[in-house]
């Protein structure tokens, strides 16, 4: 029974000595010449120490969360693709639902103004 | 294949509400009513095709979605509720010039998440439909926008509601590593297999209580027993009060049937185990709603309470885990839920000068202004408490013998002097609508007939309590 995990172990063994490897080599190999600039922390754009009370688009985040939906359905697509001919007329059924569905939301979004800059 | 023909009723509510979704952007403001009438087409389509098809969908054998007997009867029960639910939101909603067709949008995908839940026989399509019902519920507890209290519930609950999701699916996690399947077939098979006599059991046991555990925690949660019970006074107080009616009404029906079936098909063995859990969950249920409703004022805390008070009878019945034991707790959670969508109904369509009711004290004096609803009200709260000739009556009385059935005799009498505790803060209600000075800014949005109609029902449906029984007893055997 525990023997089937033996892989497993194998394998956590054999990546924790691969990764310290790798990162030592990274240390003691790599040429090392700090300035300000390349320690300071950043963060995405933002300065990362200062006032979190600071006037932002709000627009940008409604964009950027509607991409992030139509961005998680090419994560459905994609899988669907490879096997599509193995799933044959019941998968193209699904995926055109699932489209169709993902269809309404648009219309919706874009109906009530989610998409409009100003 | 799946058979298609079995989900006729999920797929009429999806396509009406895809429907709805695209027409109503293009309806003008005045017409977006219009939407709210779909909505309760599908309603009422919906649940001729589950009546129609009543003999027909028994015949399927999916193990991945069940549409036997028991899931039909619940999920024809949740379609009418929610029908009746709708009707008491859109009046108050028209009336408060709070009207948004979303509202009833989202509670259709609050039906397919109770749905899927009612009919799920595989793990993840429980989680599926858990998680959609309890998406559509944060967006419809933050409806109320503009109230500060309204969008604290809406967070509060999202934030535990991610974190039980989370036990739930750590559980889940579990019993897949253990049994390999998510079936609920095959795991309790799996699970009926083992020897708990011979000395390897104990890695496998110590993991399925494990599993169990987290499992019941989260659907306590979701259910809101005892000690997980903290967001339920916030979350009823702080959104409307036809939000606070839906919440408290048909989520609990589909979490019931979730606890019911999670315990009857998959940890049947474990019935040692579980029994310990529910037996401390509906102890402190019960203690810590009864005693802790006494000193509210606000009527949807004291309702949250009560609430809380209410599951903790209803674990209680399917504590015992006999038969007799899992038909009480379910002609229980049937009675409560009839009767609060009626006590709350008939709360919204009263308004406490411009705005909803909020405190017992709103409701002084009815009596002398409205003596129908007084004694409407008055009927409905009687029957919470247990009075005879009423339906609440019968509920603690099949609960009671059924925990003498099975010789707990001691927790039967505790439930009885808990039930008279509990008398006192309905009894309170009743005392300041017949004895208290009329407040002048109480008035009546609406007479509903609807209201009338049901009560009425109701009251005779307590006169022969068999027909519900016989109905509970009828889906459970058909588990």
């Known amino acids: 029974m525990l023997l089937e995990y033996l892989p497993v172990l194998i394998f956590l063994i054999f990546a924790i000595i691969f990764a310290a490897i790798m990162l030592s080599i990274g240390f003691t190999l790599g040429k090392n010449n700090p300035n300000t600039e390349k320690n300071s922390p950043y963060e995405c754009g933002f300065e990362a120490f200062e006032d979190s009370r600071m006037k932002f688009d709000v627009r940008y985040y409604l964009v950027a969360i509607l991409f992030i939906i139509f961005d998680l359905e090419i994560a459905f697509l994609f899988p669907w693709a490879v096997v599509v001919h193995e799933i044959g007329f019941i998968g193209i059924i699904s995926m055109a639902l699932f489209l169709l569905i993902l269809v309404v939301g648009f219309i919706y979004e874009w109906k009530k103004g989610a998409l409009e800059w100003d | 294949m799946i058979n298609f023909l079995y989900i006729i009723p999920e797929i009429i509510i999806m396509t009406v509400l895809s429907f709805v979704i695209v027409l109503d952007s293009f309806f003008s403001k005045n017409n977006k009513k219009i939407s709210y009438y779909f909505v309760q087409l599908s309603l009422f389509l919906c649940s001729y095709y589950i009546i129609d098809n009543f003999n027909f ?112 699916l750590f559980g889940i996690s579990l019993i897949y590593g253990l049994t390999g399947s998510l079936y609920y077939v095959e795991i309790s098979n799996q699970i009926s297999s083992l020897n708990f006599s011979s000395s390897e059991y104990t890695l496998h046991a110590v993991g399925l209580i494990f599993a169990l555990t987290f499992i019941l925690i989260s659907l306590a949660f979701k259910f809101g027993a005892a000690p997980f019970h903290m967001w339920i006074p916030d979350v009823y107080h702080g959104s409307l009060i036809t939000t606070t009616l839906l919440l408290s009404t048909v989520p609990k029906i589909a979490v019931f049937i979730i606890i019911i079936k999670i315990i009857n098909s998959i940890f049947s063995n474990l019935y040692i185990f579980w029994a310990d859990i529910l037996f401390i969950l509906s102890i402190l249920s019960i203690i810590v709603g009864n005693v802790t409703a006494i000193v509210q004022t606000n009527i949807k805390r004291m309702l949250a309470y009560s609430t809380i008070a209410n599951i903790g009878f209803i674990l209680l019945g399917i504590f015992t885990g006999s038969i007799e034991g899992y038909k009480a707790a379910m002609f229980y959670t049937i009675t409560y839920v009839l009767f609060t969508i009626a006590a709350f109904g008939l709360l919204s369509e009263l308004k406490n000068g411009e705005s909803p009711i909020e405190e017992i004290t709103n409701l002084s004096g009815l009596n002398k202004q409205y003596p129908i609803l007084a004694f409407i009200f008055m009927l409905l709260m009687l029957s919470f408490i247990g009075i005879p000739p009423l339906l609440g009556f019968h509920a603690k009385l099949f609960i009671i013998q059924s925990l003498i059935l099975t010789s707990n005799i001691f927790l039967s009498i505790f439930a009885v002097l808990m039930t008279v505790i509990g008398s006192y803060y309905y009894l309170r209600v009743i005392k300041v609508m017949y004895f208290d000075n009329l407040d002048n800014k109480l008035s009546c949005i609406s007479t509903s007939y609807i209201t009338y109609l049901y009560v009425f029902l109701l009251v005779l449906l307590g006169l022969f309590p068999d027909i519900l029984g016989q109905i509970s007893y009828y889906s459970i055997s058909n588990l």
């Not at chain 2, 509720?81 to 509670?107: D, G, V």
């Not at chain 2, 209290?149 to 609950?157: D, N």
């Open chain 2, 57 to 168: 969908l028994n015949k399927n054998t999916s193990n991945l979605y069940n549409t036997s007997i028991f899931s039909n009867i619940f999920k024809l029960f949740i379609t009418l509720s929610l029908a009746l639910i709708l009707h008491y939101t859109y009046k108050f909603l028209q009336y408060f010039k709070k009207y948004e067709s979303e509202y009833f949008m989202i509670a259709l995908f609050a039906l397919i998440g109770m749905m899927i839940m009612v009919s799920s026989e595989h793990l993840l399509l429980l989680y599926l439909g858990i998680e959609l019902l309890s998406l559509s519920l944060y967006s419809l507890i933050s409806f109320n926008r503009d109230s500060i209290f309204s969008s604290e519930a809406a967070i509060k609950y999202y934030i535990l509601g991610a974190i039980a999701s989370g036990f739930l």
